[in-house]
């Protein structure tokens, strides 16, 4: 079992920035991707970012390519999502989620490829 939390959200203004974390536990070891989605009300969840636990490269959705920015700290079992230039658009519930297919292809859209997935953090963005 894999267990998620994630932190970081709240209000800001347009154009702000919010630095989102999610703390993983449990049996890391099998996570071989990690992701941002989000939901707005009314919308279904969409792909926010993702990468891979053991390096390579980034994948954005292209609603946030530019803005946002996801990284990872392997030795705290966190990864990061960095969010600059926000817009109210933004506005939703962000989750984290882990993959642990080890023969996993980036880049991983899918919400029903992820095994794992954190309780959500809030993201208000006021204009």
């Known amino acids: 079992q894999v267990q998620l939390v994630e932190s970081g959200g709240g209000l800001v203004q347009a154009g702000g920035s919010l630095r989102l974390s999610c703390a993983a536990s449990?049996?890391?070891?099998?996570?071989?991707?990690m992701a941002w989605f989000r939901q707005a009300p009314g919308k279904e969840r969409e792909f926010v970012a993702a990468?891979?636990?053991?390096?390579?490269?980034?994948y954005y959705a292209d609603s946030v390519k530019g803005r946002f920015t996801i990284s990872r700290d392997n030795a705290e079992n966190t990864v990061y999502l960095q969010m600059n230039s926000l817009k109210p658009e933004d506005t939703a519930i962000f989750y984290c989620?882990?993959?642990?297919?080890?023969?996993?292809?980036?880049?991983?859209?899918?919400?029903?490829?992820?095994?794992?997935w954190g309780q959500g953090t809030q993201v208000t963005i006021s204009s």
């Open positions: 989620a882990a993959d642990i297919n080890p023969g996993a292809l980036m880049p991983r859209l899918s919400s029903r490829s992820y095994t794992y």
């Open positions: 449990g049996r890391t070891f099998s996570i071989h991707v």
């Open positions: 990468l891979r636990r053991s390096g390579g490269g980034t």
